[in-house]
Structures are given as C-alpha cells and as structure tokens.
C-alpha cells in the first residue's frame, strides 16, 4: 500500500508516539521510510541569530534522528534521514515531496484556542500543501509492545 513514508519528529513527546506508530506501518507495508528531525526556532532566535548568529546545538537531534534510524534498521525497515532547522510544516511539505512520499506520519498536542488562533492552522497547512496522505499518529505503541516487534524481527533475521 504505502511504499514511501515520511515520518517527522520535533522531540515532543506527542511526535515520538508518531514515530512508533509509524515505524510499524512502514514494517508491515515494507515501505522505505525517511526520517525526519526538526529543529524548531522561536521567533526571538531567529531575529537574535540575523544580527548575531550562533552555532547550533544539533546533538540531541542528531541522536534522535540516530537512534530512530537504528531502531528502524532493526525492525528491518529501509530508513534514511535528516535533521533540519526551522519551521515544521514547511519542512515537512518540502522534504515529502522531494522524497516522494506516499503518506506523512506526524503527532499531535492539543493546543488551546488562543495558540491556534495565534500560530494558524499548521495542520490545514500541511494537509493543503501535499498530495500524499497524512495520518496524525495518537495510538501509544508500548515499550513492550514495540520490543516485542524489534525481537520478532531480530527473530526473523536471524533465522
């Protein structure tokens, strides 16, 4: 069914439950999988960073976008990524259609309607600026549930 994924963190609880969910679809569908990791900016930084800019400290993201990489290539799904610095809806439309994705699998957080109103609809965004599907991962994918999945693959490849 889906043969291209795209799964997109931001390192919030709520997008990591995405990358679970996502994880074990792109292994049931045996989809080719792109991770991505973003970095978001608050406004003030990226004024701050126009007058003075300052190296980044990308280490946690890189070592989210590494373990979720390792825990994909044990699940035996095929899975390349990146990490990127900005705006997440944005980069989201863009790396999915240079990858040529066939769904998006992204979180949720439920935001009040003031932060709605003040940051717009990233949702609506999104879901206008691709002609793939998107799911909006909520199941929460269990430590066990989800090691039981890596042992049976590890299983599998071992035999």
Same mark, same amino acid.
């Given at each position: ?10 390192? /919030? ?15 049931? /569908? ?9 970095? /978001? +900016? ?21 070592? *989210?976008?590494?373990?979720? *990489? ?11 990524? +990146?990490?990127?610095?900005? +705006? ?72």
């Amino acid at each position: 069914m889906y043969k291209r994924i795209l799964l997109a963190s931001d390192g /919030t609880r709520e997008s990591l439950v995405a990358l679970r969910e996502g994880a074990l679809l792109a292994k049931s /569908t045996g989809a080719h999988v792109w991770l991505l990791i973003i970095q /978001t +900016e608050a406004p003030a930084v990226r004024v701050a960073d126009g007058i003075y800019p300052a190296p980044r400290d990308l280490s946690g993201a890189l070592d *989210l976008l590494q373990q979720g *990489l390792s825990r994909l290539s044990a699940l035996g799904v095929q899975a390349e990524g +990146e990490v990127v610095i900005g +705006e997440p809806t944005m980069l989201i439309a863009k790396r999915a259609k240079a990858f040529g994705a066939e769904l998006v699998v992204v979180g949720h957080r439920r935001t009040s309607l003031l932060e709605r109103w003040w940051s717009g609809s990233s949702g609506g965004y999104l879901v206008d600026s691709l002609s793939c599907s998107v799911l909006v991962a909520r199941e929460v994918v269990s430590d066990a549930v989800f090691d039981a999945h890596l042992a049976s693959s590890s299983a599998v490849a071992a035999a």
